[in-house]
């Protein structure tokens, strides 16, 4: 993203006023979110690039100077859509305890996250689509206040304490559950999500066997 990719207006103060006193919080919360689904939309079928902000209002059957009293531009529409992908990241990491490194333990993980990533589809197909303009928008603000889940997985496959052969079956477990998004999103987008999530997990069960046949051999001879 550059600034010729930017869109600058000067909202009329009047507009924003009245916004504010027709709108309960009830209602603004509402209209924010349908604001945050639209734009979901347009930027993962068509991209964050080429979406307008007032192709967003327009759609919401809104003035443009309207969407900017519920958002300062579509750059903060877009990070309020990324910051619920970390928050899935984190709800995901909450469930174990990351200072382990038993394949007992990331195989939680994995079952964990195959349930949030298939709830929030659209989400995880978001960044995947716009990684150069969400990149670039964390490069702008100094937001890394965010640990991305890719990037713990990428300390764990780094981390020594766990056997090279884990590591490998951790990181193919792993694409393989993000490359229902990636490469089978389209493709699956007809099957049931429960149908989906029971492959899914049949997958990374296969993957994940030995390794945790492994360390139930391991435990019982302690």
Known sequence: MN?????????????????????????RDRTRERILWIALDLFTTQGYDKTSMREIAERMGFSKPAIYYHFAG???????????LYDLGR???SAVDMSETSPKVWMALLDRLIDRILEHHALFVLHERNRTAIA?????RH????GHLEEWF????????????DRVRIACAFQAVMGILDLGGD???EIPRATLAALLRRVVNDLMAPSLASESTARSAE
Do not use: Y
């Open 136 to 140: 670039q928008l964390h490069r702008e």
């Open 154 to 165: 990428r300390a764990a496959l780094a981390n020594q304490e766990i056997a090279l052969e």
């Open 187 to 189: 493709d699956f987008s």
């Open 91 to 93: 709800d995901a990491l």
């Open 143 to 146: 937001s890394f206040e965010h």
């Open 3 to 27: 600034s010729r990719n930017r869109e600058v207006e000067t909202e009329p103060t009047a507009e924003k006023a009245s916004a504010s006193t027709e709108l309960g919080p009830a209602e």
């Open 74 to 84: 579509k750059e903060d529409i877009l990070m309020a859509l990324d910051s619920r």
